[in-house]
């Protein structure tokens, strides 16, 4: 009997893969899929770690007209590779319907974006989620113990250059947004009024969202007790604040503040 329902199960996960493989790939258009005739938007939330990316993921999957689970890890070389995205989303969230608006990606690290011109597509909008040094700092120490001080630092300035360099190229207000970490978790109803306008959605955003089966998984996305609980955590305490405090954060302070600037001048704002 269990060898029968391995039998069934297996066959319809073949079936799945095989739906998904030819809805996403029988049509050449990186943005299109087969029986679909409009083509995708894309959302690519452009952060750095712990900057609250997946609790913006969750936010956004909220959204009916919106699909994701999480960061995908796909190294974007060409339009092509949104195809990759398309069948990892759908084919994890076990979505059949494929009717939705947007399909969201996060990319936190630089070595993620390989093709820099992909970001200038009018199909890609572009959320920038950045959070300041003093919470990100000891958050990422957290998470990475192994690291050093001075490697948490080097990090985190790459990676708003990174930023700041994506914004000045993109150099659309149209389709870039900027919001901050405190700006999500403490002017949350402004930025959920800036994400309907800036996508042009028509379903308004909530404070509650549904808990997937790849909430707190390792390698999508936050693995905290916070994100499994279906809604924003407001906890002003910080344990993370406790850990040795950084013997050099000013470069990291002056980053911040001129990512700050530069997106502002280039992004669509709060």
């Not at 974007?76 to 939705?100: F, P």
């Not at 947007?102 to 950045?130: M, T, V, W």
């Not at 002017?187 to 707190?216: A, D, K």
Request: charged letters at 20%.
């Amino acid at each position: 009997m269990a060898g029968l329902r391995t039998l069934i199960q297996n066959r319809k996960s073949q079936l799945k893969t095989n739906y998904y493989t030819y809805r996403i790939h029988s049509t050449p258009d990186p943005y299109s899929i087969a029986f679909r005739s409009n083509p995708y938007k894309v959302i690519f939330i452009l952060g750095h770690m712990r900057s609250a990316s997946s609790l913006l993921v969750h936010l956004l999957n909220s959204n009916p007209e919106i699909i994701g689970y999480g960061e995908s890890h796909i190294r974007y070389s060409s339009e092509q590779d949104l195809k990759k995205l398309l069948y990892k989303v759908y084919s994890r969230v076990g979505e059949l319907r494929m009717n939705h608006p947007y399909i969201l990606d996060k990319l936190l690290h630089n070595s993620k974006l390989l093709n820099e011109d992909l970001l200038l597509s009018k199909h890609i909008y572009k959320i920038f989620l950045i959070r300041n040094p003093q919470q990100t700092l000891p958050s990422i120490l957290k998470i990475k113990p192994h690291w050093s001080q001075e490697k948490t630092v080097d990090h985190y300035i790459s990676r708003l250059a990174t930023l700041e360099r994506y914004a000045e190229q993109i150099n659309s207000k149209e389709r870039s947004l900027l919001i901050t970490h405190d700006q999500l978790l403490h002017q949350t109803e402004e930025v959920f009024r800036g994400l309907q306008s800036f996508l042009e959605v028509h379903r308004p955003f909530s404070e509650q969202y549904q808990v997937l089966s790849t909430t707190g998984k390792r390698g999508v996305g936050d693995s905290s007790d916070n994100i499994k609980q279906g809604r924003i955590i407001r906890d002003r305490s910080n344990p993370e604040l406790l850990i040795k405090p950084f013997n050099n954060i000013q470069p990291c302070l002056e980053s911040y503040n001129n990512c700050i600037s530069t997106l502002s001048k280039y992004c669509n704002l709060i």
